[in-house]
């Protein structure tokens, strides 16, 4: 479940190593250790990251790989990007975005607003995740964070809340995570809980099997 950018670990080990900054691989790509990098709306580039700073793709604009190792991740309105990854920040996409592969994260909320998209898997280990009328469709996978598929989402390759003390993390938190399907949203594939969680349905929503937990159905807009 956790596999993070590649560019996350390289600019990781650099800095504890004292490196120079990576070195660009195309004229395009945008590479830093300290401060934020910005693509100004309309604008297209290739790999950006930095490590302690924050990434921010305008509105419209176009890039290959955003990611960062302490900061947020910020995708704008009908901005696009191929992968999108943090270790410590919350990662956000604009309206009518779109991710063509993977987002993910360690430690920070992930955002989606009204019409962006995930093509590929939505994960982080803590922090909330919320889909506003969005759509991933490689599933959705946590460890300690709630969950919310709001109104009119749709999610493709279903939900999983993984063990806390799995992989690399020992949180020891227990908290159950709490996962909400909002109205009229859609979840296709397996609701697999592999720890205790809160689980609310609406009832105008559609979804796969549930595995590991309990539904408590709810009307209106939240339960």
Known sequence: MRRFPTILILAALALSLGLPPLA???DHDIDKVNGSVQVAAGQ????????????????????????????????GDKAQATELGT???????????RVSGKVNAVNGSIHLARGAEIGGRLENVNGAIVL??????????TVAGDITVGADS?????ILVDKPNNGWFHWGSERK??????????????????R????????????????????????????
């Not at 749709?154 to 279903?158: H, L, N, Q, W």
């Open 132 to 141: 506003d009328g969005a759509h991933v469709a490689g599933g959705i996978g």
């Open 24 to 26: 660009a691989a195309q």
């Open 177 to 194: 995570p709490v996962i909400v399907i909002g109205p009229h949203a859609v979840v296709q594939g397996t609701l697999e809980f592999r």
């Open 44 to 75: 297209q580039a290739g790999d950006v990251s930095t490590v302690n700073g924050a990434v921010h793709v305008g509105d419209g604009a176009s890039v290959h790989e955003a990611s960062t190792v302490n900061g947020e991740v910020e995708l």
């Open 196 to 223: 205790e969680v809160v689980l609310k349905v609406s009832d105008s929503a559609q979804i796969g099997s549930v595995k590991g937990a309990t539904v408590e159905k709810f009307s209106g807009a939240m339960p």
């Open 87 to 97: 270790v410590n920040g919350a990662i956000s996409l604009g309206s009518a975005s």
């Open 154 to 158: 749709r999610v493709e390759g279903g």
